[in-house]
């Protein structure tokens, strides 16, 4: 095995998986404990697996890609408007019954917003913007958004199901 | 013993269980709960809510992809049950069963055969409306035992209501279903006395709000029936008394079918623009059609004057092939409140010509949907049966059921009650009300009947009322026959009205000599308004206000023995049962009975008995 193939492979294998190919681990001398087989013989899920998922819930509950996909320019925005209104409350709707979704910080927006100064804010939750000095560590600032944090998901297995087929063609039989 | 009361209210178009344990340990008081049915929402995926929408689809072989339908206890469901069902049977009605409870009371369909779905193309298994409610429970079964393994729905009290309208027969087959589910024995109660039972629930101060000689008028418009009760309240050695004096005809009509008229008329109304919908697109309809009569009749102050449709464009074309109409509150006013619900006065008579708009292939809508007309009806006929002037005067009113969420149908109908009581200078109807009203009207003939089942085992207060008609089995009249002429017909009165729970009457008046080995046949009547016809007593004539039902049948086999008696003389015997089934025994000198079967076949010319 090529060193160059080795490392790539092992690179994204932890990266999308979390654990290193079994031949590369046996060959640097990495044994794993007795693996349990949890579900038999099923295919891993990938990591696009979700975020297929979740276009086809919008799609199928507010039917969220065929308005992106649809060219809009030659509607008027009363047109638009129209249908807008239903797939904002379908789509709400949907994401609202798989995902809880809460702010970051749970402030008003515009106002102060006082931080822990001794050390620096957790920068996946917060990011500074502005007159940020050197050592990154702040008493607060002006809340710009409050962020938004999915606490907890939702989403059904995928069982056999398909996760590139975003929609069924539909045919009507008359 | 149980550790929970479950009430089931097996509805038309939603069901739903709530429960209540028999007792907590702190000594407060138990509270009443709505138990989240576990059911698939789309494929793959399953949901807790509050209701189980009745509706049953017939997945094909390949429908879906394998593991899709899996229930958490069940891998490979024969069934798609509730919400699943009812969105994909949008898509696909010819697999869908709905409305299975209209045809375990409806006359002119055996509810035994295979018939639902009625337009089910050629190759599809058909059910039984019998095996559809069967369905609906044993739905509720395994949810039960999935979310309470420690107390098996098999080992609870189980209640389940009925239309209080329900004839015999219907209530038997609803026994059946339950059985065939696999539950317990259960207790049968009316559903609008659930929902007043569901008011004592939330209201624990309600003997202040009552008095000996009120009448309550309950209306209970549910998803496909409406029903109307008159509970008077007396008095007995000091303690408030509960009777159930009066309930309304079978009247097939409900929310589902207001919601569809503004539904029809809002789709007439794109045609007329050169739109039209496909089955898909009208159910969507539907739904925004029922969202913008909540609105739109929510009785609010600042009520807006109009509604939009939107109807998305099919293909994925999204914008482009969208259609926008509007609804405004003229209109929605003027289809239900003076299409349903109209300002009638107090002598108002539903029409009996049928209305092209409600019909269904096979069920018997009712022929007027003027909701106000039948209860004016039902309202002379409780003041006629009980020799009370015209009309029986409610001195309050309480209304359940989900179409009433639009509060100016509620209002119209506080309205049209008080109109008839004022005008003979009375005080007006008070409405009885619930605190958390909204959510009530949906879920209270569930609560009602978990509360009852809790409170007929303590010293909590039952209504009282027995058995809602007067029975009669036909006599034919022994006169030799004239060609061309119909023999007239006796009637023999073997069930009192208000016969009770757990109590028997015997009927020695009349004999009936039954041939061993031969089906035996009588026809079969009852009456809402004649009460005071006693047990035992012939009646000259069928009169007008006796409704003839399904014959009645007993079958004797023959004798193990070979001792071969060919004629049995018995005598009659009626019994409600503890759990409120009525039943009609044969009884032998010898003290051998036979039960009669209340029959389900389709009403014909039968034979009956010579006496």
Known sequence: ?174 | MPEFVIGIDLGTTNSALAYVPFSVSNGDRPEVKMFGVTQLVNPGETAELDLLPSALYLPGESEFVEGALALPWNERPPYITGQFARKRGVENATRLVTSAKSWLSNQSADPTQPILPLTAPEGVKKITPLEASREYLLHFRHAWNQAHPEAKFEHQSVLITVPASFDPAARELTQRAAKFAGYPEAIILEEPQAAFYAWIERNPNWREQVKPGDLILVVDIGGGTTDFSLIAVTEESGELRLDRVAVGEHLLLGGDNMDLAVARYAEQQFAQKGTRLDAIQFNSLWQQCRAAKEVLLSGSSSLPEEHPLTILGRGTGLIGGTIRGKITRHEISSLLLDGFFPRVNADAAPERQRRAALMEVGLNYAADPAVTKHLAQFLRNAAKSAGSGELARPSHLLLNGGVLQAAAIEQRLFEVVNSWIQEAGKIGVIELQNESKQADLMHAVARGAAYYGLARTGSGVRIRGGVPRTYYVGIESSLPAVPGLQLPMKAFTVVPFGLEEGSTIELPQKKFALVVGEPAEFRFFSSLSRKSDAPGVLLEEISEDMDELAPIEVFLPPQDNGAREEVVPVTLESNVTETGMLELWCVAADGRRWKLEFSVRERADGVSVSS
Request: with cysteine; hydrophobic share 40%; aromatic share 6%.
């Open chain 1, 1 to 174: 095995m090529s060193r160059v193939s080795a490392a790539f492979r092992s690179f994204f294998s932890i990266l999308f998986s979390g654990v290193l190919p079994e031949d590369i681990a046996y060959q640097f001398g990495f044994t794993k404990a007795k693996a349990v087989p949890a579900t038999p013989a099923r295919e891993a899920p990938k990591a696009s697996d979700g975020a297929l998922q979740i276009l086809h819930v919008l799609q199928r509950d507010a039917r969220l890609v065929d308005f992106l996909m649809e060219d809009i320019n030659s509607y008027s925005d009363d047109q638009i408007g129209a249908a807008v209104r239903k797939l904002h409350a379908d789509c709400r709707a949907s994401l609202t019954r798989h995902l809880s979704l809460n702010p970051v910080i749970d402030g008003i927006e515009g106002t102060y917003q006082a931080l822990d100064g001794s050390k620096t804010p957790d920068a996946n939750r917060i990011k500074l913007i502005g007159n940020v000095p050197a050592n990154g560590k702040v008493p607060g600032g002006t809340l710009r958004h409050r962020g938004w944090i999915a606490s907890s998901v939702n989403l059904p297995s995928l069982g056999k199901q398909d996760p590139a087929i975003l929609a069924p063609a539909e045919l009507e039989i008359e």
